[in-house]
């Protein structure tokens, strides 16, 4: 069918797992517009709703591209890996926005609520983390990976586990103090 | 730091976490081995991870959008408050100080990066809601653009919108009709400039103070022509097609769900599913997530709206229905065909009024009996107006004691008005007051009648004369005659007549006893008064049913009714008893003879609920569960409460094999109000079917009638001897129970389950001579399944669909000869 591109997610997906960089390239767009249509979807079913948090838009966003394009659900956990990036940097995007809104001019902002739908911690410096988790990336790949996925992605320990491929009880286990050191490094 | 590094550090620090806090330190030295920076790294760590409990454990969230203070301009315009955010920006209340009025401005920003095509979509709603100009689309009054932040203005709305009106429950169905009408009636403005609006839903839809309704945001509309062209760049690379992803999952039609293009009768669907909400006060497709819901939509036809709103009328349940099809080509063609569905539902609606009993004025013993009496008689004239929906007197009874608010009781029973009267009664006069009174709360009508107290019968001719002249109601051609009560009956005999049906209204042994009374009296007042025999066979037959099956009642009441159908041939209450004769173990089970009475007697008086209760519980022994429902509809819309209805309709899905919690639920209900016998035994057979035994057992107790539950209960256990001992006992006390057949088929179901096949097959034909040849029950039974594949079985099974059939027929032709609507009598 057409649609997405001549590949489709699967096709993306499995190029992207087996190694291949130029499919991520191609998958972030598409599944950053997914999640801000998902964050759109979100705001129109809830109006009142002040907030959002990246679980419900992250699966959301993978059963409709799936839907579209009839991929299997075993592909799911390379998609996870590909939204939780997507999250991140979304996330971090905006705190720099806010940052630099901050410093900047006294014109009311008017924020368009499909951007801002994916947008900034509470107690986090979001700028902070992502500097961080870039160094912890360097020390330990995995640990880092993890955090995205748990932090940014919002997914759950089993699903986490099956995405990086390694038992719940590894991703407890490593998760402490890949925590304790971000949170060493951010007080 | 280097990963090598990393690694001992980490083992160390997860080695030190293995071990009970108090000897964490002591370990971290040994292992450091006087590597002290290593050991500051871990003690570091370690102290990090106490107090890290909760870091990073909750995802990110965050505000969304920021609010333009007030008093901020944009244009000319002035914000007055935030009123809201949707998915495209949000919207402020404003003033326009130019012409010095209130509007309402929806904001998008381009500050950081705009999602391609959000700003081309923007204007585009701008430009295609300012392009209509109709009663139900909100207004656009300009479009502008403030330091690249662009802004649409439109008229500003008091109200709320359809979904806030919706957490306060459904809406009576008239009023969703009207709302209905109106989005219809907006979407076939857009639709012929070629607008389809694609994302309809309860929060689109606003209903203002003044009762309009006003269809929002068309921001997903497109020019029907353009959106080919709009496919590539709404959102951006060609990556994914729009229609799949605009729409809301719930609402949006099977074609945009699997990313097809939305058309016209897109917006059709989700009429229907907007619809189907208003009236059934849930969503007609839901799910755990939105996927679920979506494959709902694709997949599943929501609940019908009969089984939620018992008073939604057929018609418009069809409706619904068509607006939902899946496939969009069965939908209506137009948004203009499904107004003229729509109106022609709303100017067919039938006037409703309730006659709520009269209050007496000053002294009278007899107050309960003869308030209610004067309303049961003016409801009985009434309702010889077809086109007047008129509640029985079994709905206004809970009034008898209690004086409610006239229009609030006009709700609550969902009637366009009731009769609200007083009467006064001295020695030998009458007077009677009376007033109609709007739900609304206005008085229509108000008026007098004088009269002796024999002549009761003026008074309701003028009573019911009046009030469907107040309510407009179109007059019969030919108006059903006066039934059984021509003018010579003696007012006295009517007395009687009416305090009998006060009593017979209640359903207990005793008033059963009085009602009997009294309609003996009548019938010795005025030997030639059809209504007093009629009465007495009624009283009588239930005698029999319902309470004493062993004693003589059958005979007598067979000779009182035939001798009030000489009376009057015509008379509905003596075809009413006269089906419920025929339809008894002495009246030989005869389904045919009883369903031609029955709707005899509703051609007649269509608001004899009692015959198209009767006429549903038939139909459904016959297996004809469908029609039964019908059937049974029709009483729910006479008597939105009827209990009894309610218990039938729950026992119907029963037969079809759907959830029965709520038939369990019903009979208790019921037992709670009316305990009988028979409600008990049936709620110990839905606890039977929901496997619990035990329960069953201790509902039916000491129970003489039970001993087939009981057999049922042991063959489910595997206790063939105490099965049988059950079986026996049931057997001896046959004529103990009205309704045996249902014991028969328990004790049908016990056998096969014992694999016994041919006894087995032998009570099933035992039940099925009884008055319950359900085939469409035995068909799908499994507690039957034992006996699949027998030869005799199978035959059973063949012979009795081929009764079904014919019952089928006969139904059917009796339906053309009730009519709808115009007074038919001896028709073919």
Same mark, same amino acid.
């Given at each position: 069918?057409?649609?997405?591109?001549?590949?489709?997610?699967?096709?993306?997906?499995?190029?992207?797992?087996?190694?291949?960089?130029?499919?991520?390239?191609?998958?972030?767009?598409?599944?950053?517009?997914?999640?801000?249509?998902?964050?759109?979807?979100?705001?129109?079913?809830?109006?009142?709703?002040?907030?959002?948090?990246?679980?419900?838009?992250?699966?959301?966003?993978?059963?409709?591209?799936?839907?579209?394009?009839?991929?299997?659900?075993?592909?799911?956990?390379?998609?996870? %890996?590909?939204?939780?990036?997507?999250?991140?940097?979304?996330?971090?995007?905006?705190?720099?926005?806010?940052?630099?809104?901050?410093?900047? =001019?006294?014109?009311?902002?008017?924020?368009?609520?499909?951007?801002?739908?994916?947008?900034?911690?509470?107690?986090?410096?979001?700028?902070?983390?992502?500097?961080?988790?870039?160094?912890?990336?360097?020390?330990?790949?995995?640990?880092?990976?993890?955090?995205?996925?748990?932090?940014?992605?919002?997914?759950?320990?089993?699903?986490?586990?099956?995405?990086?491929?390694?038992?719940?009880?590894?991703?407890?286990?490593?998760? &402490?103090?890949?925590?304790?050191?971000?949170?060493?490094?951010?007080? | 730091?280097?990963?090598?590094?990393?690694?001992?550090? #980490?083992?160390?620090?997860?080695?030190?976490?293995?071990?009970?806090?108090?000897?964490?330190?002591?370990?971290?030295?040994?292992?450091?081995?006087?590597?002290?920076?290593?050991?500051?790294?871990?003690?570091?760590?370690? #102290?990090?991870?106490?107090?890290?409990?909760?870091?990073?454990?909750?995802?990110?969230?965050?505000?969304?959008?920021?609010?333009?203070?007030?008093?901020?301009?944009?244009?000319?315009?002035?914000?007055?408050?935030?009123? =809201?955010?949707?998915?495209?920006?949000?919207?402020?209340?404003?003033?326009?100080?130019?012409?010095?009025?209130?509007?309402?401005?929806?904001?998008?920003?381009?500050?950081?990066?705009?999602?391609?095509? +959000?700003?081309?979509?923007?204007?585009?709603?701008?430009?295609?809601?300012?392009?209509?100009?109709?009663?139900?689309?909100?207004?656009?009054? *300009?479009?502008?653009?403030?330091?690249?932040?662009?802004?649409?203005? $439109?008229?500003?709305?008091?109200?709320?919108?359809?979904?806030?009106?919706?957490?306060?429950?459904?809406?009576?169905?008239?009023?969703?009709?009207?709302?209905a009408?109106?989005i219809a009636?907006?979407l076939s403005?857009?639709h012929? &400039?070629?607008?389809v609006?694609r994302?309809l839903?309860?929060?689109?839809?606003?209903?203002?103070?003044?009762?309009?309704? &006003?269809?929002?945001?068309?921001?997903?509309?497109?020019?029907?022509?353009?959106?080919?062209?709009?496919?590539?760049?709404?959102?951006?690379?060609?990556?994914?097609?729009?229609g799949?992803?605009?729409g809301?999952?719930?609402y949006m039609s099977p074609e945009q769900a699997q990313g097809r293009a939305a058309d016209a009768r897109s917006d059709l669907f989700a009429l229907g599913a907007v619809l189907y909400?208003?009236?059934?006060?849930?969503?007609a497709f $839901?799910?755990?997530?939105?996927?679920?819901?979506l494959a709902a939509v694709l997949r599943d036809d929501p609940p019908a709206l009969s089984?939620?709103?018992?008073?939604?009328?057929p018609a418009l349940d069809d409706v619904v229905a068509r607006c939902l099809c899946k496939d969009s080509a069965s939908r209506f063609a137009t948004a203009r065909e499904v107004a003229s569905a729509l109106?022609s539902l709303?100017?067919?609606?039938?006037?409703?009024?309730?006659?709520?009993?009269?209050?007496?004025?000053?002294?009278?013993?007899?107050? =309960?009996?003869? =308030?209610?009496?004067?309303?049961?008689?003016?409801?009985?004239?009434? +309702? /010889?107006?077809?086109?007047?929906?008129?509640?029985? $007197?079994?709905?206004?009874?809970?009034?008898?004691?209690?004086?409610?608010?006239?229009?609030?009781?006009?709700?609550?029973?969902?009637?366009?008005?009731?009769?609200?009267?007083?009467?006064?009664?001295?020695?030998?006069?009458?007077?009677?007051?009376?007033?109609?009174?709007?739900?609304?709360?206005?008085?229509?009508?108000?008026?007098?009648?004088?009269?002796?107290?024999?002549?009761?019968?003026?008074?309701?001719?003028?009573?019911?004369?009046?009030?469907?002249?107040?309510?407009?109601?179109?007059?019969?051609?030919?108006?059903?005659?006066?039934?059984?009560?021509?003018?010579?009956?003696?007012?006295?005999?009517?007395?009687?007549?009416?305090?009998?049906?006060?009593?017979?209204?209640?359903?207990?042994?005793?008033?059963?006893?009085?009602?009997?009374?009294?309609?003996?009296?009548?019938?010795?007042?005025?030997?030639?008064?059809?209504?007093?025999?009629?009465?007495?066979?009624?009283?009588?037959?239930?005698?029999?049913?319902?309470?004493?099956?062993?004693?003589?009642?059958? +005979?007598?009441?067979?000779?009182?009714?035939?001798?009030?159908?000489?009376?009057?041939?015509?008379?509905?209450?003596?075809?009413?008893?006269?089906?419920?004769?025929?339809?008894?173990?002495?009246?030989?089970?005869?389904?045919?003879?009883?369903?031609?009475?029955?709707?005899?007697?509703?051609? #007649?008086?269509?608001?004899?609920?009692? %015959?198209?209760?009767?006429?549903?519980?038939?139909?459904?022994?016959?297996?004809?569960? *469908?029609? +039964?429902?019908?059937?049974?509809?029709?009483?729910?819309?006479?008597?939105?409460?009827?209990?009894?209805?309610?218990?039938?309709?729950?026992?119907?899905?029963?037969?079809?094999?759907?959830?029965?919690?709520?038939?369990?639920?019903?009979?208790?209900?019921?037992?709670?109000?009316?305990?009988?016998?028979?409600?008990?035994?049936?709620?110990?057979?839905?606890?039977?079917?929901?496997?619990?035994?035990?329960? %069953?057992?201790?509902?039916?107790?000491?129970?003489?009638?039970?001993?087939?539950?009981?057999?049922?209960?042991?063959?489910?256990?595997?206790?063939?001897?105490?099965?049988?001992?059950?079986?026996?006992?049931?057997?001896?006390?046959?004529?103990?129970?009205?309704?045996?057949?249902?014991?028969?088929?328990?004790?049908?179901?016990?056998?096969?389950?014992?694999?016994?096949?041919?006894?087995?097959?032998?009570?099933?034909?035992?039940?099925? /001579?009884?008055?319950?040849?359900?085939?469409?029950?035995?068909?799908? *039974?499994?507690?039957?399944?034992?006996?699949?594949?027998?030869?005799?079985?199978? /035959?059973?099974?063949?012979?009795?669909?081929?009764?079904?059939?014919?019952?089928?027929?006969?139904?059917?032709?009796?339906?053309?000869?009730?009519?709808?609507?115009?007074?038919?009598?001896?028709?073919?």
């Amino acid at each position: 069918m057409p649609g997405l591109s001549s590949e489709g997610l699967t096709g993306l997906l499995r190029a992207w797992s087996e190694g291949n960089a130029e499919a991520a390239e191609r998958l972030l767009p598409l599944v950053y517009g997914e999640l801000r249509r998902q964050a759109a979807r979100y705001l129109r079913r809830e109006p009142n709703a002040r907030t959002l948090q990246p679980t419900a838009l992250v699966h959301e966003a993978y059963i409709r591209l799936a839907n579209q394009d009839r991929a299997r659900w075993k592909d799911r956990h390379h998609f996870f %890996a590909i939204a939780a990036q997507v999250m991140r940097r979304a996330l971090v995007d905006h705190a720099r926005r806010r940052h630099a809104a901050r410093r900047g =001019g006294s014109r009311p902002r008017v924020t368009l609520a499909e951007a801002d739908a994916v947008a900034a911690p509470r107690d986090v410096d979001l700028l902070d983390l992502d500097q961080a988790l870039g160094e912890l990336a360097r020390l330990d790949p995995r640990r880092a990976a993890m955090v995205e996925l748990r932090y940014f992605g919002g997914l759950s320990i089993e699903e986490t586990a099956r995405t990086l491929g390694v038992s719940p009880r590894t991703v407890l286990r490593e998760w &402490k103090l890949a925590r304790a050191w971000l949170h060493r490094r951010l007080s | 730091m280097d990963p090598d590094r990393f690694k001992v550090v #980490s083992r160390i620090f997860e080695a030190a976490l293995a071990r009970r806090p108090e000897e964490r330190s002591a370990f971290v030295a040994e292992a450091c081995s006087g590597d002290l920076s290593l050991r500051a790294e871990v003690e570091g760590l370690l #102290s990090s991870h106490h107090k890290a409990d909760g870091f990073l454990e909750e995802p990110p969230t965050a505000p969304v959008g920021m609010a333009l203070a007030a008093g901020t301009r944009l244009g000319p315009y002035e914000i007055v408050a935030l009123a =809201g955010a949707g998915g495209m920006g949000e919207v402020y209340r404003a003033r326009d100080p130019r012409l010095g009025r209130e509007v309402a401005i929806k904001v998008l920003s381009s500050a950081g990066p705009t999602p391609p095509g +959000a700003l081309e979509r923007f204007r585009a709603e701008a430009r295609a809601i300012g392009a209509l100009n109709h009663p139900n689309i909100l207004a656009v009054y *300009d479009v502008g653009e403030e330091q690249g932040a662009p802004y649409v203005v $439109t008229e500003l709305l008091e109200g709320e919108t359809l979904r806030q009106r919706l957490r306060r429950g459904p809406i009576p169905s008239h009023e969703a009709v009207r709302q209905a009408l109106q989005i219809a009636s907006g979407l076939s403005a857009a639709h012929e &400039k070629g607008i389809v609006h694609r994302d309809l839903k309860p929060e689109n839809l606003f209903l203002t103070r003044d009762g309009s309704l &006003k269809i929002l945001d068309f921001g997903l509309a497109k020019r029907l022509s353009h959106v080919q062209e709009d496919l590539g760049q709404e959102v951006g690379a060609g990556l994914t097609r729009p229609g799949l992803l605009l729409g809301t999952v719930g609402y949006m039609s099977p074609e945009q769900a699997q990313g097809r293009a939305a058309d016209a009768r897109s917006d059709l669907f989700a009429l229907g599913a907007v619809l189907y909400e208003m009236l059934a006060g849930r969503r007609a497709f $839901t799910g755990g997530s939105d996927a679920e819901s979506l494959a709902a939509v694709l997949r599943d036809d929501p609940p019908a709206l009969s089984s939620l709103r018992p008073d939604v009328p057929p018609a418009l349940d069809d409706v619904v229905a068509r607006c939902l099809c899946k496939d969009s080509a069965s939908r209506f063609a137009t948004a203009r065909e499904v107004a003229s569905a729509l109106e022609s539902l709303r100017s067919s609606r039938r006037r409703s009024v309730a006659v709520l009993p009269f209050r007496a004025l000053g002294e009278d013993p007899d107050a =309960g009996f003869f =308030g209610v009496a004067l309303a049961d008689a003016t409801i009985t004239e009434l +309702a /010889r107006h077809r086109t007047l929906l008129v509640r029985p $007197t079994s709905t206004i009874l809970r009034y008898s004691a209690e004086r409610p608010d006239p229009s609030e009781a006009a709700r609550a029973l969902g009637v366009d008005a009731v009769v609200d009267g007083s009467y006064q009664r001295t020695e030998s006069r009458l007077r009677v007051t009376v007033q109609l009174v709007s739900s609304e709360g206005e008085a229509l009508w108000a008026g007098r009648v004088d009269t002796s107290v024999e002549d009761i019968l003026r008074v309701q001719d003028e009573v019911a004369r009046a009030i469907t002249a107040a309510l407009e109601v179109e007059m019969s051609a030919d108006p059903a005659r006066h039934s059984g009560h021509a003018e010579l009956v003696a007012g006295r005999a009517y007395e009687h007549y009416l305090r009998g049906r006060s009593h017979f209204l209640r359903e207990t042994l005793d008033d059963c006893i009085a009602a009997a009374d009294w309609f003996e009296k009548a019938r010795e007042t005025d030997p030639g008064f059809a209504l007093a025999w009629a009465g007495l066979a009624d009283a009588y037959a239930r005698m029999g049913f319902d309470f004493q099956p062993e004693g003589n009642w059958y +005979a007598r009441a067979r000779a009182m009714c035939d001798r009030a159908l000489t009376l009057d041939p015509d008379l509905p209450e003596g075809h009413y008893a006269r089906a419920r004769l025929r339809w008894s173990p002495q009246g030989g089970w005869d389904n045919a003879g009883a369903l031609r009475d029955l709707m005899l007697a509703v051609a #007649s008086r269509p608001s004899l609920d009692d %015959a198209h209760l009767r006429a549903g519980v038939i139909l459904y022994h016959v297996g004809l569960i *469908d029609e +039964a429902l019908l059937r049974l509809r029709r009483v729910l819309m006479l008597s939105p409460d009827h209990l009894l209805a309610r218990y039938h309709v729950a026992f119907c899905r029963y037969h079809l094999g759907a959830d029965i919690t709520e038939g369990l639920r019903v009979s208790q209900d019921v037992a709670q109000r009316a305990p009988a016998r028979w409600i008990t035994y049936q709620a110990a057979l839905y606890q039977v079917r929901l496997g619990r035994l035990d329960e %069953a057992e201790e509902t039916v107790g000491r129970m003489r009638e039970a001993h087939a539950i009981r057999a049922l209960v042991a063959a489910l256990q595997g206790d063939a001897p105490r099965a049988h001992d059950e079986i026996r006992l049931t057997a001896e006390r046959r004529k103990a129970f009205g309704n045996y057949h249902h014991n028969q088929y328990e004790v049908a179901c016990a056998l096969a389950r014992l694999g016994e096949v041919e006894p087995a097959i032998d009570w099933l034909l035992a039940a099925s /001579r009884g008055g319950y040849p359900c085939v469409t029950l035995f068909e799908r *039974d499994p507690y039957l399944d034992p006996l699949r594949g027998s030869a005799r079985f199978d /035959r059973l099974i063949a012979d009795l669909r081929l009764e079904r059939e014919g019952y089928r027929g006969l139904y059917a032709g009796l339906m053309e000869s009730e009519g709808d609507g115009a007074p038919t009598r001896g028709g073919p």
